[in-house]
């Protein structure tokens, strides 16, 4: 049973490439962790790591070592917590990294109401552009649009949402109405730097649009913005520009015609996650499907 005990050390040492933090985490002493990681690579007979005085890293027994270790205190940990209550009112801190303009913009009051269900729960949020590495770095889940890469891990289709075509009043007032597709390419338009072509669809119809306008930029925040201001034509979720159409500060334009839906997925590294994890995707799933 000691060896358990020093696998879910070990783990710990190789997530965090520092027996300090890794001790901060275990709450043990340095001086502790570092014997009992000692005494488990004389117990296998093989040197799990290499350490220097800058860093920690992994020797090639010690990646193989920990790929196995993981998934097996992944699954002692989630025995215990499948356990009584826990599954019930799940307890611990939630990390999760989170799309700027879906988290600030969208998903705040659905947070807030998750969290009013589990006040057992503690949320860290990392809202970056960056897709974080799940296997390396400490987050339970990322939640992700769009289409996604094949990395081998796990996602779930939490929702799926439509894009349709908004401008402000004054801007149509100062430029016209497009009446159909094609007109597009005669206003301006505010573009994702991926995507100066728009697919759009109206019933089993499809039309392509290359679009242009002065502005090209990546953040869906600062499109929103600008379409507010007068500045074009965005095509965007309807989700994260509820606000401004209810004010009437943007309105649709080409009502028939909607882009491509957007996807949205929770993706974690492993299926086997704990019951805090659980708990928020599918409230994420009822809120958003």
């Excluded at 020093?6 to 985490?25: G, H, I, N, P």
């Excluded at 503690?122 to 970056?128: N, Q």
């Excluded at 500060?249 to 028939?256: C, F, G, K, T, Y």
């Excluded at 805090?276 to 809120?287: A, D, G, M, N, V």
């Amino acid at each position: 049973m000691n060896y358990l005990n020093d696998m879910a050390l070990f783990v710990e040492v190789a997530k965090a490439k520092s027996f300090r933090k890794a001790a901060e985490a275990a709450g043990i002493p340095n001086s502790t962790l570092s014997r009992r990681i000692s005494e488990l690579e004389k117990a296998i007979g093989l040197r799990l790591l290499h350490r220097t005085t800058r860093k920690i890293e992994l020797t090639e027994a010690g990646q193989l070592y920990y790929a196995r270790c993981k998934r097996i205190v992944d699954e002692a940990r989630l025995a215990h917590e499948q356990l009584g209550d826990m599954l019930e009112q799940p307890t611990g801190v939630l990390r999760v990294s989170l799309p700027v303009d879906l988290g600030a913009i969208y998903l705040t009051p659905i947070i807030a109401d998750f969290a009013q269900h589990y006040p057992g729960i503690t949320f860290e949020f990392d809202l970056t552009p960056r897709r974080v590495d799940l296997v390396t770095e400490p987050f339970d889940v990322a939640i992700r649009i769009g289409k996604l890469e094949d990395s081998g891990l796990i996602a779930r289709l939490i929702g799926k949402h439509s894009r349709h075509l908004y401008a402000s009043p004054d801007y149509i007032e100062a430029s016209g109405e497009p009446t159909t597709p094609a007109d597009l390419t005669e206003h301006k338009c505010i573009c994702m730097s991926r995507s100066p072509n728009w697919k759009l669809q109206r019933g089993t119809e499809t039309v392509d649009v290359d679009v242009h306008g002065r502005f090209t930029l990546n953040n869906v925040g600062m499109i929103n913005a600008l379409a507010v201001n007068h500045q074009g034509i965005a095509l965007l979720p309807k989700m994260i520009v509820a606000d401004h159409l209810d004010s009437g500060r943007l309105q649709r334009v080409l009502p028939e015609w909607q882009g491509s839906p957007v996807s949205i997925y929770a993706v974690t590294e492993t299926r086997l996650i704990p019951a805090k994890t659980q708990r928020f995707i599918e409230f994420l799933t009822s809120k958003l499907t």
